[in-house]
């Protein structure tokens, strides 16, 4: 009578161990086809400016951006017809994460100009200069993202607004060659970004 007992308990654990594995396998074959397809997803928007300073520099960087016939877009102002700032980067000492990073997408491609401006809000541990990167990349029709520009900039002191790119976009939303130059227009200090 034991020996029955004891095959059919053992018979009763192995399957109990038998349905766990069965459904961890499962559960992992699922987890890894979701971040398969999510490390694949391109960025969202149309026109992507991106930006980045060392995580060893804790300054609070400000990315401030313009599309045609709006707003600028940047802290105090973090969305328009066109371009949303998805973060306002602070620096090292108010970021959980070490990474210094902003960006801001644009939904369309609009015909007209962008601008694209960096400004130093603050130095919290008084290093100078802050040397900034920024890009710029396009998504086509077809969805693949490309970079169409990149410069690395350095900041000197606070509250230097510089600007980094103006470009021109087509009706397709294709760079217009020639059209890139660094002439300065004030974003942050317009009205309309202050309000």
Do not use: C
């Amino acid at each position: 009578m034991w020996r029955g007992m004891n095959v059919s308990f053992r018979d009763m654990l192995f399957l109990l161990v038998f349905a766990y594995l069965v459904i961890s396998a499962v559960a992992l074959a699922h987890v890894a086809k979701q971040d398969e397809t999510s490390k694949g997803a391109p960025p969202p928007g149309n026109v992507i400016v991106e930006m980045r300073w060392a995580k060893e520099i804790d300054a609070d960087v400000d990315l401030w951006v313009e599309a045609p016939g709006d707003v600028p877009v940047g802290y105090s102002n973090k969305s328009g017809k066109i371009f949303n700032l998805v973060r306002d980067d602070l620096g090292r000492g108010s970021d959980p994460n070490s990474m210094n990073y902003e960006v801001a997408y644009g939904r369309g491609h609009w015909p007209g100009e962008y601008v694209v401006n960096t400004m130093l809000y603050r130095s919290r541990d008084g290093k100078m200069p802050v040397p900034v990167d920024i890009s710029v990349s396009l998504r086509d029709e077809h969805g693949s993202v490309q970079q169409v520009l990149r410069s690395d900039i350095s900041l000197d002191f606070e509250g230097q607004e510089t600007t980094v790119f103006r470009f021109r976009l087509d009706d397709k939303g294709a760079l217009v060659p020639g059209s890139v130059n660094r002439i300065h227009k004030n974003l942050r200090s317009s009205k309309v970004a202050q309000q």
